[in-house]
Every structure is written in structure tokens, then in C-alpha cells.
């Protein structure tokens, strides 16, 4: 396992994270929107009822700031005998900390969050240019993704 740099935490994620800023990390992946503290808490306490299959882990600084910021969502199937698949989204690390192996222990957190939830696979979707990235994470190049926009 990685280790992070001293003063550097990995937790789950909080409501004060709003104030912290997790969702100006997830402006490297797209557009976030801007959220008001309502919105924000909607989204919140949804996942936080729903904290057996939604799991977002962040990375904080020794000032408590947002630096990385991943999760994982666990579908529940029929096959394979009510198997259950882990989904990895949403994986960011702020643009001024990429390259300080923060994403790869967002990546190793994720992946031990899905085998202890007894997930039998764990998948994602990512573009080319980050391929190497999940290799050096040990996933491993299967199929591809379909999307439609509605
Ligand atoms: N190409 C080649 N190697 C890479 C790349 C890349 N694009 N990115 C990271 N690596 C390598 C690193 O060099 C390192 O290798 P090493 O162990 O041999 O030194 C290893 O992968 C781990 O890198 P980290 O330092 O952990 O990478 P970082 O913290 O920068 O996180 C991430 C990578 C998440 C892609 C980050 O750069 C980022 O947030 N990018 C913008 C948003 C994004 O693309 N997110 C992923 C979307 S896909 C999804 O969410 C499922």
C-alpha cells in the first residue's frame, strides 16, 4: 500500500466537505455544477442512507482540504448467484497534487472497500490516456463502454 504524506488522511467523505472543497476536486473530471448547501445536502443524505452501496472516500490535507476524492458503488445481480459487482467513478485528484500517488491509494482504499463487501469483480470506465494509470492500479483492459445521452 502507498503511504500518504504525514499530515495526509484518508476518510470517508463528510457534510462539512462541501465547505472543504470536494466538489472544486471533481472539476477535474467535468462539469460539477454549482451547488447550493441544499443541494449538496441532498446528494449527501441520499449516499449516506444508502452507505452499504455507495462508498466516497476523499483524501484531506493537514488543513482538512479536499485533495482526492473517489467512489465506489456496489450493484446487486442475479448472476453469478446474487453477485455483487463494485463500480469505481468519479475517481479526482486536485490538479495542483496529481503525480503524488494520491489517486493510486484512492484506487487501493476502493478496491479493499469492494472485496471486504464481497464484490466478485470491480470495474470502471476511463478514457485512453489514463489506461496506464489503472494498469499501474492492476486493472486489466476488458471490453468497452457504450453511452447515450438522453
Ligand atoms: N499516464 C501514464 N502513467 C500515469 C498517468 C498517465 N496519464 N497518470 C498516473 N500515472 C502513473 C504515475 O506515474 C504513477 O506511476 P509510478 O507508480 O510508476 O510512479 C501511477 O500511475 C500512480 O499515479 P498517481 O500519482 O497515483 O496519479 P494521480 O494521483 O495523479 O491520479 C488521476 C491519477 C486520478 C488520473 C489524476 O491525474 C486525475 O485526477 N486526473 C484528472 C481526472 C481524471 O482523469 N480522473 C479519472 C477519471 S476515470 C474514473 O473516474 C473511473
Known sequence: QAALPQ?????????????????????VLTEVGNHSKADWMERFDYLKKHNHEYFTI?????????V?????????????????VGHIEDIAVDGNQQGKKFGLR?????????????????????????IPFYEKCGFTHKEYEMAWYV
Open 106 to 130: 484512492i484506487i487501493q482504499a476502493l478496491k479493499f472497500i469492494g472485496a471486504k463487501t464481497g464484490c466478485y469483480k470491480v470495474i470502471l470506465d476511463c478514457s485512453q490516456k489514463n
Open 58 to 66: 476523499v483524501i484531506v490535507d493537514p488543513q482538512d482540504r479536499v
Open 68 to 84: 482526492a476524492a473517489g467512489t465506489i458503488f456496489v450493484e446487486r445481480k442475479f448472476v453469478h448467484l446474487n453477485g455483487l
Open 7 to 27: 499530515g495526509y488522511h484518508l476518510r470517508a467523505l463528510a457534510h462539512g466537505d462541501y465547505e472543504r472543497g470536494f466538489l472544486k476536486t471533481l472539476a
